[in-house]
């Protein structure tokens, strides 16, 4: 093969390779979520192009003005105006190469595309807010009891349709 | 949206979809907006292409010709044989983690000065949850 595209590796295993890296560093085993049944289905009961969207990410991504996140088990979020200018957001985080993500917030927090598929006529809407939170946390547990529930709260107040998560 | 699959795959969702992308690119690459809508353009038909409980649906977008970022990945760096004691003491890994400091981490000073303005000591009104 003179040039063009070369078969392509697989996908990277990260739990593994995480696993090996912490064992190496003396670290005590992380505990990965592990889902053991099929997760529940809820049907769209409209179009998505009839649909409201709202848009959860992690990333550790604040608006300026806001205050940071920071880097120890923090399971606060913030709620960003979808009207807000791209240029004022920005990201902050213990474990993500940020360097393309600061050069263009897009990388991890697309709002812009969302606003373009609003355009387009792929999705009726976006919600009124956005919602950021850290990632990272190690307890479980506090993500469960209290962050889940009370972003459920905003998708419910929000009256969204549908809701695209954005680990990452 | 997911570029981990096996953490995903593990945490299984109702629905979601692949990108083979290095971490920190969820939705594509700086300063190309066309792919970053491409990529949500695909991601979003999922909600109606999707049937199966807890299915995941691939990507077609590749990173690069050769893959080769994937070899670097939560890797050991190179046995070094010198003074590098500390790397080889750690089983060759670097533990380039940063301080998980438990204080607001901003990306810039004005951040802090723009938070404080805006906030005072105040509690920062649309900031949910802050527990420090």
Redesign the interface.
């Known amino acids: 093969m003179s040039s063009g595209m070369q078969d392509r590796l697989p996908p990277v295993d990260y739990i593994p390779r995480i696993t090996a890296q912490y064992a190496g560093l003396g670290y005590g085993e992380y505990r990965w979520l592990a889902s053991e049944t099929q997760p529940a289905w809820t049907p769209l009961t409209k179009p998505l192009s009839e649909c409201r969207l709202g848009f959860i990410a992690t990333g550790g991504i604040y608006a300026s003005g806001q205050t940071a996140f920071h880097f120890k088990d923090d399971t606060s979020y913030r709620a960003i105006p979808n009207s807000i200018a791209t240029e004022e957001l920005r990201a902050t985080h213990f474990a993500y190469d940020l360097t393309d993500a600061r050069k263009d917030i897009n990388v991890v927090f697309p709002i812009e595309a969302l606003k373009s598929m609003v355009e387009e006529k792929k999705i009726a809407e976006l919600g009124p807010n956005s919602y950021t939170l850290m990632g990272g946390i190690y307890s479980t547990r506090r993500v469960i009891e209290d962050l889940i529930p009370s972003l459920v709260q905003r998708v419910l107040d929000d009256e969204l349709d549908v809701v695209l998560l954005v680990p990452v | ?2 570029s ?5 795959r ?5 629905r979601s979809t ?1 990108l ?1 992308f ?10 190309m ?1 066309e792919l ?2 491409a ?3 695909d ?3 999922a ?2 292409t999707l049937s199966v ?2 299915s995941m649906s691939h990507l077609s977008y ?1 990173w690069d ?3 080769q970022w ?1 070899d670097k ?4 760096a190179e046995k070094s044989v010198d003074s590098d004691h500390q790397k080889n003491k ?4 670097e ?1 380039d ?12 000073e ?3 000065l ?2 404080f ?3 005072g000591d105040e509690e ?1 009104e ?7």
């Open positions: 949206m997911s981990a699959r096996d953490i995903t593990s945490a299984w969702p109702a692949y083979d290095p971490l920190g690119h969820t939705a594509g690459r700086p300063h907006p970053n809508r990529i949500i353009r991601t979003l038909s909600f109606e409980p807890g590749r010709e050769n893959d994937k990945v939560f890797a050991p750690n089983n060759g890994y533990d983690r940063v301080a998980r400091h438990d204080t607001p981490q901003y990306q810039t004005a951040d802090e723009a938070a303005k805006s906030h920062c649309i900031c949910i949850g802050i527990d420090f």
